[in-house]
């Protein structure tokens, strides 16, 4: 600072700064002195380097003003606490730490050579603090309370990302700009090889796509929502779920960090269908990233199937073609069952072994309705460190996530969607015996559960939000007792109460549906036991009051829109005819997609 500025400046309350105001709102050094001549300035080095609006004096009163976005907290200088006075404790290699010893100068106008690569490759648990003076963008409508609902996830780690310098300079409303990372937020980057931790090349020029939100949106919207479609815990409770973990890979994997933004400017294209351009090249800009990886072999697999992870859940909630669902999911039973990846799961990373769960489930659902899924699961018998998901004894094991109960009840719902191949392809081949042993399976296990939520109904669980145990008991329980209305319409038996499985999955998606903390999110309706109930109940009342809560759903995807315009044209098919194909009526109206 020159003699002249230190001079008048009076004492002012801690961290104040000299130089422009838009430092200032940061909270960074300001990149040049500020002098006499400051006002004929365009911009300081900071500001010109992030392509920020730089001003330096404050706004007038009443003048239109839009603040830029803050400096995020990182790693290593989160609060603890929640009046901020404890010392953060020192961890190993730190992320850019704002406390270290260095001057401040340095540090801000550090260039990506002066970063030495660092040994943080492990990114699963990352957690961040959300700082206490982090504002969301008051424009963008966001609730904060979505980013846990229907998980309990107590931390959310916030990007970090800040602008970079555009191809083209022009306001947010024109043109949606989508950001890479900088090499400067980067710090696992080698200045030598450009290697990330997960082994992948990566391109760090900016480019710009057409749109009307720019990427921090995009980010926002990923992890506001996404955190929803994880209906049932398949974590510690001191982790994030999948879809927050996934994220943090993201800022240092290119087809990960595609994969991201192409999944949330879809998801928000169902309310402005003007970003379905953007969504498409995003999504192309995933698939040719992840083709480079893929085919170079320079990524790990835990990078490539958490890529392809979010993109399997894009093509889901989007409702597309089963064709490329299941093209998907066969490169990741590829990847999986590779040299590298029968390694890599021998003694699976929580990261890498929540993925293949979370996939094998989506491929079991895959199955039903004659859809041509199910080559991963029977597949994944011959992995021993994950044999333990077929062991069904063990249902009550408190060391057994509630995700996997749920994926065992999908594998129950495949089995069914295996009869019914199998009865249409060749009728006359399956045996009583069989149909009637398959439900007594699913049977044993919906008694299981049933004296599962009875010790919290013991316990006095009645209050309206759900406790994580009774929610995963009621999905669970819709599943089961779905897989008995499936197994009804393929092969019909008298010992089958439809009557009472459809009052089951409607009286639990009630309870589900009264719970105010997952109002907002996904996990306030169960889609694919709604279905089933829907087509089976006999009683109109309870017909219309199915369908009302699948339209609700709409705005969470196209699969859930699908799925009631399916129910409807499926009841209006039993009115003239009692017995309907499902996967037949699926194909005539809505197209084969994932329920």
């Known amino acids: ?129 959300l700082p206490e003076e982090f504002d969301f963008d008051a424009g963008l409508g966001v609730e904060p309370n979505l980013f846990w609902s229907g998980e309990g996830v107590d931390f959310i780690p916030l990007p970090l990302i800040e602008s970079t310098p555009m191809l083209f300079q022009t306001t947010a409303d024109n043109y949606l700009q989508v950001e890479m990372p900088p090499v400067a937020q980067l710090p696992c980057l080698s200045p030598d090889t450009d290697q990330d931790p997960l082994g992948q090349d990566t391109d760090i020029s900016a480019f710009s796509i057409t749109g009307n939100v720019d990427t921090r949106r995009l980010i926002q919207h990923y992890l506001e929502v996404m955190n929803g479609y994880s209906k049932v815990t398949d974590h510690g409770t001191n982790n994030n779920n999948l879809f927050i973990a996934a994220f943090s890979k ?64 894009r093509v889901h909630v989007m409702g597309e073609s089963v064709s490329s669902f299941l093209r998907l999911i066969s490169i990741a039973t590829e990847i999986i069952f590779s040299k590298q990846g029968l390694e890599a799961l021998e003694t699976p990373s929580e990261l890498s072994g929540r993925i293949v769960l979370r996939l094998a489930t989506l491929d079991a659902r895959a199955s039903c309705y004659r859809l041509g899924g199910g080559l991963l699961v029977r597949r994944l018998r011959e992995i021993p460190s994950l044999s333990f998901i077929f062991k069904f004894e ?52 919906i008694h299981r559960w049933e004296q599962h939520l009875s010790k919290y109904t013991k316990e006095g669980a009645t209050v309206s939000a759900l406790p994580a145990g009774v929610y995963g008991c009621y999905t669970v329980l819709g599943a089961l007792h779905s ?66 809560i699948l339209q609700d759903g709409e705005r969470w995807g196209l699969y859930v829109k699908k799925t009631n315009e399916l129910v409807e044209a499926v009841c209006r098919m039993r009115e003239r005819d009692n017995c309907v194909d499902i996967g037949l009526a699926m194909e005539n109206t809505t197209g084969r997609f994932v329920i």
Request: glycine letters at 4%; one cysteine or more; hydrophobic letters at 35%.
């Open 1 to 129: 600072m020159p003699p002249e500025d230190s001079s008048a400046t009076k004492p002012k309350p801690k961290r104040s700064r000299a130089g422009c105001y838009t430092c200032k709102i940061r909270k960074v050094r300001c990149g040049s002195p500020r002098d006499g001549g400051h006002a004929t300035l365009s911009a300081c080095a900071n500001c010109e380097r992030l392509g920020l609006p730089c001003q330096w004096n404050k706004p007038a009163e009443g003048e239109n003003y839009t603040p830029p976005p803050k400096r995020r907290r990182t790693v290593g200088n989160r609060r603890r606490g929640q009046d901020g006075d404890a010392s953060p404790s020192p961890l190993p290699q730190q992320i850019l730490q704002e406390g270290s010893n260095e001057p401040a100068e340095s540090i801000q106008s550090a260039d990506a050579a002066e970063f030495e690569p660092q040994a943080f490759t492990d990114l699963t648990d990352l957690q961040l603090d």
């Open 250 to 313: 993201s800022l240092f994997f290119m087809p990960l960090y595609y994969a991201i933004l192409s999944f949330s400017a879809s998801h928000l294209s169902l309310q402005d269908p003007s970003l379905a351009d953007t969504a498409c090249r995003l999504e192309n800009l995933a698939e040719e990233h992840f083709n480079r990886a893929f085919q170079d072999y320079t990524a790990k697999v835990e990078g490539l199937l958490s890529a392809l992870f979010v993109r399997v859940k």
């Open 394 to 445: 063990d249902n009550e094991s408190s060391s057994t996530s509630a995700f996997v109960h749920l994926l065992r009840a999908d594998i129950l719902r495949m089995r069914v969607g295996q009869l019914d191949l199998r009865v249409h392809e060749h009728k006359g081949s399956v045996e009583l015996d069989e149909v009637e042993m398959l439900q007594a399976d699913i049977k044993t296990l």
């Open 483 to 548: 897989a008995l209305l499936y197994l009804h319409s393929v092969y019909p038996l008298g010992s089958i109460d439809t009557h009472c499985s459809v009052a089951e999955i409607l009286n639990h998606q009630l309870l589900i549906h009264r719970d105010p903390s997952r109002a907002a999110s996904p996990s306030s309706i169960l889609p694919s036991s709604l279905f089933l109930a829907a087509i089976f109940t006999k009683d109109p009342i309870y017909r219309d009051w199915a369908i009302k």
